[in-house]
C-alpha cells in the first residue's frame, strides 16, 4: 500500500484516478453486483444484466462527483479514431422538474446514426440504425478537454443487421477463439489446471514528432495530410546519430510529465520515454496489458499526446512519414499470449515437456506468420504508412520472422527430432575491475525485422504509429488460433494420456518437425534491409507486397475468407465491408494529398518563384545595360524557368490524374499508386529544387531547417 501511495504522490496529484475502477467501485456497489461484475471483468462470463441498473447508477455518482454533467458511449470505428457522442445525465422527473439519471439500459446500449460512419456499403444512407454496447471490461472513464469532463464508456459498435462496425467487436471475437484453441493445447500438455482462459497482452511502443505550433500552421501540408508534401532537404539529418537517446529539451521533458499524469489518471501506465533517431522525434512505450484494454488504452494515449502537445504550444505528429529523407514513425506491437493464472506461454524457460509447450507455441506463431504473410501484411497497409515500409530505415514489406541464433538453434535441432533446451544467458566481463558482470542474453537483437522474437515475446515492427492497433491484433490472434487449432488435431490424435513422459514427448516432437519444416521459410535471421534478402525472399516464394494497392486485395481472398468466418471473427460481409473502408480511406487520404499539394504549388511556390523570375530578369537586364556579360545570371534564369516549366507539367499531370480516377475501388487504388504518386513525386522534386534556387525571403513556407533544426 505504501509503493502505492508512492506512486500516486509522484502521478496522480494532478488529476486524480479517472477511471471506473479499484476503490471507485468497491465503495459503491453492493457485494453481489460487485462479485458479479467481477466474474465478468476476470473470468469473461456473460454480463448479468440484472446488475446494470446498480453500476450504472454508482458510476453516475462517482461521474458527478468528478465534475461530469455528460456520458458518451466511447467507441471506435473504421475512421481509424475513435468517436463519442455526448449526452446529459438530465432527465424528466415526471412531476415537471428534472433529475440526474443514468440507468442500466443507457448503460449497456445506445443508439448512433450509423450511416455516418464508414460502413463498407453494408448500410445505405437511409439505413441509419446502429448500436453501441458497453465492454465490461475495459473501465469506463473520465476525460477532460478544454477543462470540461464527461464519463466515456468503451463500447463496441454494431449495425442494426448485426454486423460489426468497429475495430473492437474482431477484437475481442480473435481472443475468444485464440483462447479455445491454446486451451487445447495446455490440455494435451496437461497444464490447463485450474487455467480458464488464454488471452493476449500488448504493449504498443508509440513514436511521434513535434513541432511547434506556428510552425505548423504555417505549412497548409501539415494541417491537411498530418504530413509534408514539398520540402528541400535540411543539410544535417541524422547522419550524426546525436539524437537517438540524446538528452530530453527541457519543453518536451515537461510535456511528457504531464501526458504521464495525465495518462496514469486514466490508468494507463507509461513506462519508457526517450528522444528517436530523427531530429524532433521521441518514443513512449506503456507497461503491456491484456490487448483488449491495451488498444483503448493506445486509442487513448494517441489522444492525450495530441491535446497535451496543443497545451504545451506544440503539435504532436502522428504520422508514419512528416519528412521525406528523415526516419519515420512506427508503433511496434509487443505481443505475447497469457494465461489467466499468468504464465507467458512464450517464455521460454521451462524445461522438457514444458519447454516442448513453448516451441509448440511458437511453431503456430512461424506457421500462421507463413500462411498469412499476405493478409498481415494487409493489416499494416495504409497511405502513411506505404511511405515507411521499405523504405530502408523500416521493416521491407516482406514478412518474416526472426527468431534469433538460439532459438533457431533449438529449432533446428527440433527438425532433426531432438530436443534441446533453451542455453540461458552468460555473464559479459567489461575487462574493469569495479563495475559488475553483466548478464547477456542468449540471443542479439535485429532492427531490420518485421516480426522478431525478442525473449518472450514477439514484436509486429511494420505496425505504423498511426494505427489503430486493434485490427492487426485481431488478425495476428486468429491466424495463430487457426495453427493452434491445426496443431492441436494433429496432437490430439497421436499423444494420448496413457504414454509415458518419453513417448509423449516424441510424439508431440514429431508433430512440431513436421511444422517447422513446412513452414520455416518464413524465419530470416540476417539483415532484412539487403538486396540479397530480397532475392533470397523471391525465391522462398515470401510475398513482398510493397505498397496498398498490392497489399489489401489478400483480404479479398477465398483463404482469409475461410480464415475469418471458421473463428467467428468477422462474417463475409463485414470483411467485404471492411476492404471497402480501407480502399476508401487510401483513395481519400490521397485525393486530399494530391489537391492539398496542387494548391500549395499553385498559390504559393509558382507565385514566389514568378516573382524570383521578374528579380533576375530585371538583374540581367541591369547588368547588361551597364555594360558587364550577365551570363552567370542568365545561367540562373534559365535553370529556374525550366523548373518551373517541369513543374507546371507535372501539376497537369496529377490534375487529369485526379479528375479521370476510375469509379471501381481496386482500378481506383492501382492507379493513384503507379500513376498519381509517381507524378506528384515530380512535382516534389521540380519544387523541391525551386526551393533551393530562391531567396529565403520569398520563399513562403518554414523549411525543413526551419521545422527540424
Ligand atoms: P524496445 O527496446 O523494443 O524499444 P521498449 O521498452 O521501448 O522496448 O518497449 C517494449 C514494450 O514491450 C513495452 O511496452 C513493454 O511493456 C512490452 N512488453 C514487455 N513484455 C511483454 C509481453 N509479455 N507481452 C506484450 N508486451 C510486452
Ligand atoms: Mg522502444
Redesign the pocket.
Known sequence: MDHLRDVERLFGDDYGILTFTGENIRRRLSPAALKRLDQTVQFNEPLDEAIADEVASAMKDWAIENGCTHYCHWFQPLTGATAEKHDSFLNMDGEGGVIAEFSGDMLIRSEPDASSFPTGSIRDTWEARGYTAWDPTSPAFISINGGERTLCIPTAFVSWTGESLDQKTPLLRSIDALSIQAMRILRVFGTDKGVHRVQT?????QEYFLLEEDAYQARPDLRMCGRTLIGCDAPKGHQLDDHYFGSVPAKVQSFMADVEARLYALGIPA??RHNEVAPHQF?L????EGTNLACDHQMQTMSVLRKTARDHGMVCLLHEKPFAGVNGSGK?N???L?TDTGH?L?NPNDKGPGHLQFLTFVCAVVRGLDLHADLLRATVASAGNDHRLGANEAPPAILSIYTGAELERVLDRLEAGEMSDFKHSTKLDLGTSAMPKLERHPGDRNRTSPFAF?G??F?FRAVGSTAVPAWPNAVLNTIVAQSLDDIANMMESKVTTDMDEETRCHAIIEVLREIYSEHKRVVFNGDNYSEAWHNEAEKRGLPNLKGCADALPAMASQKARELFSTYGVLSEAELEARLTVLYENYSQVMQIEARTLLRMINTMVIPAAIRHQAEVAEAIAATDAAGVDPASVRGRLTDLTARLTDLEVACLEVESILESLPEDEEANIRRIQDEMIPAMNRVRSNSDAIEGMLPDDLWPLPTYLDLLF
Open positions: 497482452t500488448l504493449g504498443c511502443e513506462k519508457t518514443e512505450a506503456p507497461l503491456f511496434h509487443n505481443w505475447s497469457v507467458n512464450l525478442i518472450n515475446r514484436e
